[in-house]
């Protein structure tokens, strides 16, 4: 008897610890375990509202706890804050009271972001421009150490919480809808705890705007024939997605390449950066699709955060189709209020601004100040005398800022700050190019060839090789489309148009993914350095000569990789009717054989998984 009470004993503290090594990932054993037991304490009280909320409201506390441990503290905080501030907001009366108690709750959401995401770019910031030697302190490990009178804590080093950009934001999204009178303010603590911390999607999203989930708090449970086959499916093609195509190949493939990308030639870097093309969108969009299917079970919905974003045209196509809840977050709640496309505010130069001297930080020389300067007083200068060019200059700025802090949203360092605004550069230059000709087009890219080339051959760098070949490419295509349409052709092959859109679009956004991966899963201490002499490494590999009789014995050797990752991208390029139909088809089949397919896919899954099971990408964000 006491053998198996000791047994018992270390079984439930084993269940109710914070194990940092092992936390509730979709892709372990655990967590479908867990959410068995979850689903069936769920189906007693399904369509009792307030019990059902509260019930998933600790159980999400507790998922989140398994993965983060006393972060979840922050969590509650932010639950606790912002549903009084809701209710204080909706109680005042006068426009300069609910803007005070607007702001202050932006800046108490975004000053908890700001210290564990941003505190070591702060630091470095304080101490280059006042030759300082300032290290971060964690004041929360303090304050714990202090309370437990121990040293448990290490208040050198601050770690950032599984997931704190997507609560964060929902939480503000909560309280922007709130004094837009778009919705009431959440009468209940449970049912607003359940909002904030729903737990299939509140460590990478996707990010659920208030005025779209809170009216489903109250909506009977539902769940038909039709929407379990539909869950069960994004269940499926989300553990194919991330098991399949994105941790086999990065295991396999794609993490070496990064990791030490000199060892490796030209050929084996650039396909390492299109195959981390594909495994970010595996990995990211399996997550969401996970989280999308375990809520149907219960009767939720979330929203839809991609929708093929490499089939996008154009730069700011694939922005509509890419983390589309980011999207319409940063659209709604930070592009607009700057003015959208109508006019800069006086927010937009403070933000062109402050982004011109994080730039001067972060790369440590004032030329680059000096050009974000000059170019700012340049388009200054044609917004005033060049009214009708106003509009659009406006526009652009709006679109630069609201990229750039995206970039800065996934982190404070060099890397992402080039990933952002390389992004907005594609978007804004985007917008002039369709305007040319294509005789226009032509003649611009000639020049870009041709100066290029005259870098090429008089100073000499790796990048302006890689730069060359692909605007020899572009070149060739525009000349192609250009004798086109001297012969009278116009539109009769369209559809290859779009191919070539698309085409370049993904190879023009794969490129800015060197500076996103990397930065990623690094120390924020030395994220800045290890990651541009990662993109430097690669880029030089990539554009120095290459040794076409090693390419053959390169794709035998990686033959599998490259395999999955052909199929991947056909799969993705289908057509979306093609998909919705075998969706559908799968959601329809008789549960006998679905139990059936289901089991062959769970058996064909075992088999590439790896040893060491890997993380989902956007955790860190």
């Not at 959401?109 to 995401?117: E, G, R």
Request: proline share 3%; aromatic share 20%.
């Amino acid at each position: 008897m006491e053998g198996f009470l000791n047994i018992a004993s270390e079984f439930f503290l084993n269940l109710f610890s914070f194990d940092k090594a092992h936390p509730l990932l979709f892709t372990q054993f655990y967590f479908w375990a867990f959410f068995a037991i979850v689903f069936a304490f769920f189906c007693l009280f399904k369509n009792k509202c307030l019990l059902r909320n509260a019930f998933l409201f600790f159980v999400s506390l507790f998922f989140y706890y398994k993965t983060s441990g006393l972060f979840t503290l922050i969590l509650i905080f932010i639950t606790l804050y912002d549903f009084f501030a809701g209710k204080w907001l909706h109680s005042r009366k006068k426009d300069w009271s609910r803007n005070t108690v607007l702001a202050l709750s932006v800046i108490v959401n975004l000053s908890i972001l700001c210290y564990f995401k941003y505190a070591y770019f702060l630091t470095d910031v304080v101490n280059n421009l006042f030759h300082t030697e300032f290290r971060v302190f964690d004041v929360f490990s303090w304050v714990g150490n202090e309370i437990t009178h121990s040293n448990r804590f290490n208040v050198d080093e601050i770690l950032l919480p599984v997931g704190i950009s997507f609560y964060t934001f929902q939480a503000i999204s909560y309280i922007m809808d709130v004094y837009r009178k778009r919705i009431e303010p959440v009468r209940n603590i449970f049912d607003f705890g359940f909002y904030v911390s729903f737990f299939p999607q509140l460590v990478a999203g996707p990010i659920v705007r208030a005025n779209e989930f809170i009216p489903q708090l109250h909506k009977p449970y539902f769940l038909g024939r039709k929407q379990f086959g539909i869950a069960v499916f994004w269940i499926m093609n989300g553990l194919v997605k991330k098991i399949v195509l994105s941790d086999y190949i990065a295991v396999n493939f794609i993490d070496r390449v990064f990791e030490q990308p000199l060892l490796y030639t030209g050929f084996e870097n650039l396909m390492a950066l299109f195959g981390y093309s594909l495994q970010v969108y595996a990995d990211f969009s399996g997550y969401t699709d996970i989280a999308i299917g375990v809520a149907m079970l219960m009767g939720f919905y979330l929203p839809k955060n991609f929708n093929s974003p490499y089939k996008a045209k154009n730069p700011g196509e694939f922005w509509k189709r890419w983390h589309m809840s980011l999207s319409r977050w940063l659209q709604d709640y930070l592009y607009i209020p700057l003015g959208g496309n109508r006019n800069a505010t006086f927010g937009s130069f403070c933000i062109i601004i402050m982004i011109a001297a994080i730039a001067v930080f972060l790369s440590g020389s004032w030329w680059v100040g000096l050009g974000i300067g000059v170019l700012a007083v340049i388009l200054a200068l044609v917004a005033i005398f060049k009214p009708e060019k106003r509009k659009k200059i406006t526009t652009n700025i709006n679109a630069m800022d609201t990229m750039l802090l995206g970039g800065l949203w996934h982190g404070a360092s060099w890397n992402f700050m080039i990933w952002g605004g390389l992004n907005g550069i594609g978007m804004i230059f985007y917008k002039f190019w369709r305007d040319w000709s294509i005789y226009g087009r032509t003649l611009f890219i000639l020049a870009v060839t041709f100066g290029l080339r005259l870098l090429c051959v008089f100073v000499p760098q790796p990048v302006f090789n890689v730069l060359f070949v692909w605007c020899i490419i572009i070149l060739g295509g525009n000349l192609i489309r250009m004798i086109y349409n001297l012969f009278g052709g116009k539109k009769a092959w369209q559809w290859l148009q779009d191919a070539w859109a698309i085409f370049q679009t993904f190879t023009f956004i794969t490129f800015t993914r060197l500076f996103f991966r990397s930065g990623s899963n690094l120390d924020p201490a030395e994220a800045n350095e290890t990651a541009w002499n990662t993109a430097k490494n690669m880029v030089n590999q990539m554009g120095s000569h290459w040794r076409l009789e090693q390419i053959p014995d390169i794709i035998i050797h990686y033959r599998n990789v490259f395999i999955l990752i052909i199929i991947g991208l056909i799969i993705h390029w289908l057509p979306e009717n093609f998909k919705r139909r075998y969706r559908i088809w799968f959601a329809k089949m008789p549960l006998p054989l679905m139990v059936v397919v289901c089991a062959l896919i769970v058996f064909v899954i075992y088999q590439f998984i790896t040893a060491d099971l890997q993380s989902f990408i956007y955790f860190q964000f």
